[in-house]
């Protein structure tokens, strides 16, 4: 079940046609206080967020909803396309987002691919230094505290432990981790998770190798 939060009443129905056709069931919503709402009673697989809302806007939104652990994948629908809003929207902790006007194929495209996501590595208890790591929850706790991560934060954490000690390029990271989107994500998106998971998890996790990529 995907939440819509839209208040384009054209846009909205346009989106609910065309998940009609792909066979996806939806709810939607015009307002963040809407929203919030609903996500108390009910959990949804995807939440498709409009940025331009009455009231409070989709980033307020998706801030205090990441901030109360929700992990639930966010798609950014916006008309915001600058560079440091794109960025804003990944720091907050959306997994991925598509600028107005959009091709409803690439859009679809994107939803499966953040549903592929969700139905990544599962396994038993990861030890990594003083953290351990549950992968069929997403959870991590250290020192009896649980660290929130968002979905895609938590694969690309996975995807760097999966491939210890090996130096992964950006672009094998945003094949494997992303998705085949490469060449639609700017250039910072992986920069900018692996900061998020360094400010959450310590500077020293994640390792940089010059000119070529990522490792733990």
Do not use: C
Not at 125 to 138: H, Q
């Amino acid at each position: 079940m995907f939440l819509i939060v839209e208040d384009n009443k054209i846009l909205a129905k346009n989106i609910k046609k065309i998940l009609e056709l792909n066979e996806f069931e939806w709810e939607i919503t015009e307002s963040a206080e809407q929203a919030e709402k609903l996500l108390k009673n009910k959990k949804y697989n995807l939440i498709l967020l409009d940025i331009n809302l009455p009231w409070k806007s989709g980033f307020e939104f998706l801030k205090q909803f990441r901030d109360e652990w929700n992990n639930t994948p966010v798609l950014i629908l916006t008309s915001k396309n600058t560079i440091d809003d794109k960025v804003n929207g990944l720091e907050l902790g959306a997994d991925d987002y598509i600028t107005k006007p959009f091709d409803m194929a690439e859009f679809i495209a994107r939803i499966k691919a953040i549903l592929r996501r969700e139905n990544g590595i599962k396994s038993e208890i990861i030890k990594l230094d003083k953290y351990e790591i549950y992968p069929e929850e997403e959870k991590i706790i250290k020192d009896g505290a649980q660290i929130w991560l968002s979905s895609l934060e938590f694969k690309l954490l996975m995807y760097l432990i999966k491939n210890k000690w090996k130096i992964i390029h950006r672009d094998k990271i945003y094949e494997e981790v992303w998705g085949d989107f490469d060449n639609h994500m700017f250039s910072r998106s992986v920069d900018v998770y692996v900061a998020n998971l360094r400010k959450k998890l310590g500077k020293d996790i994640i390792k940089t190798k010059k000119w070529s990529g990522y490792y733990i």
